[in-house]
């Protein structure tokens, strides 16, 4: 493992996402979340002094050179904005552009399209979810079905939003899921009526948006809260496996077809706040850990446990890891998973405000 770059991203960092195009694959978005009380942040940048005001930016960077040694990332814009708490790009283009989402905490959906060779990226739609609450996570519906896509986000009030994301974003469906803030939301990658959410009151819930989302079509208890998850969507071997974790420190695979017991589970010493399985082969989970880094596991003998193969610790012990995510660039040959894995990760932690950038050798 390998550290290339450290940034100071001035605000709290909560939030990272590789572009998904190849063709874009070097450009990288970064959230930050700040409470602002006295009309200061731990940036040099004076704001307006509104009490319990939370405010951030929306950062993207860029690989310097795809093939530079060591790689590094540089600031290509920067805009000022509530704060932010998730960043999600399409995988599939939308109406022929590359869009991502965010939520923020004046509970807003934000739909963005990232143009070729235009240095600003471009507001779409800004949809309300409800007064007061703070936007906690966001989904993209599926990259394997041709249909429109839909967005998923939940909020701090416990409730689930369904939106159409076209030309014109209408939203679909909008209920109370969960009795405190239901932290996380994604959908079923290879059926957009199907997703799941999971809540500070411990539950995990699936629904069907064909039904009524008053009863949800199964609900599992927790100990602790349920803040992370993210669908398998490497090939279609891999379609019914799905990927949670929480404030209980576990990792837990489920076959969506069986919720009685979990397949497997690892613990990692620290509360799982954001999954990400790998692009490559579906075969690699990416976790930031909060108070205990950020992991990297392998899932790939389904006759074994789940191992951690990479652990990356932040110097900084006061900090909260939040944000992580995989680069697509193909650094080196990836196409055959029993050869070693050599890419890009970044993460990100909060209270140092720090962007990471580095490279892990899986076997």
């Not at 050179?65 to 790009?89: C, F, T």
């Not at 609450?133 to 409730?159: I, M, N, P």
């Not at 208890?221 to 279609?236: A, I, K, L, P």
């Not at 990792?251 to 399985?277: P, Y």
Request: aromatic share 12%; hydrophobic share 35%.
């Amino acid at each position: 493992m390998t550290t290339h770059q450290n940034i100071d991203t001035e605000m709290f960092a909560d939030s990272v996402e590789w572009c998904p195009f190849i063709q874009h694959a070097t450009t990288l978005l970064c959230g930050t979340y700040q409470l602002q009380e006295d009309g200061k942040t731990e940036s040099s940048e004076e704001v307006p002094k509104t009490p319990q005001v939370r405010l951030g930016y929306l950062r993207m960077y860029k690989l310097k050179s795809s093939d530079a040694n060591p790689p590094e990332l540089e600031l290509v814009y920067r805009l000022h904005m509530p704060g932010i708490l998730d960043i999600k790009w399409c995988r599939s283009l939308v109406d022929d552009q590359m869009v991502f989402g965010l939520v923020n905490s004046f509970g807003e959906l934000q739909i963005w399209t990232f143009i070729d060779n235009v240095k600003e990226p471009q507001l779409n739609h800004k949809l309300k979810l409800d007064e007061g609450c703070l936007g906690l996570s966001l989904d993209w519906s599926t990259k394997h079905e041709s249909e429109s896509q839909k967005v998923v986000a939940s909020d701090s009030t416990g409730s689930i939003s369904v939106y159409d994301i076209n030309s014109d974003a209408q939203c679909l469906h909008r209920w109370k899921a969960h009795e405190f803030e239901a932290w996380i939301s994604c959908f079923n990658y290879w059926d957009s009526n199907i997703l799941y959410s999971g809540g500070d009151d411990c539950k995990l819930k699936g629904w069907d948006l064909r039904q009524d989302t008053n009863s949800p079509i199964f609900t599992k208890r927790f100990d602790m809260g349920v803040c992370s998850m993210q669908c398998n969507s490497y090939n279609s071997t891999n379609q019914n496996i799905i990927a949670t974790g929480g404030y209980d420190e576990y990792v837990r695979l489920w076959d969506v077809r069986n919720w009685k017991r979990e397949l497997k589970d690892i613990r990692l010493d620290g509360g799982v706040w954001r999954i990400k399985w790998d692009p490559f082969n579906g075969t690699h989970i990416l976790t930031a850990t909060m108070y205990n880094g950020f992991h990297i596991i392998n899932t790939s003998n389904p006759h074994e446990d789940m191992s951690i193969v990479t652990e990356y610790k932040v110097d900084d012990h006061g900090s909260l890891g939040y944000g992580a995510d995989w680069c697509t660039l193909p650094l080196n040959n990836i196409s055959d998973k029993t050869n070693i894995i050599d890419t890009l990760i970044s993460t990100c932690s909060f209270y140092d405000h720090s962007l990471h950038l580095w490279s892990p050798q899986i076997k």
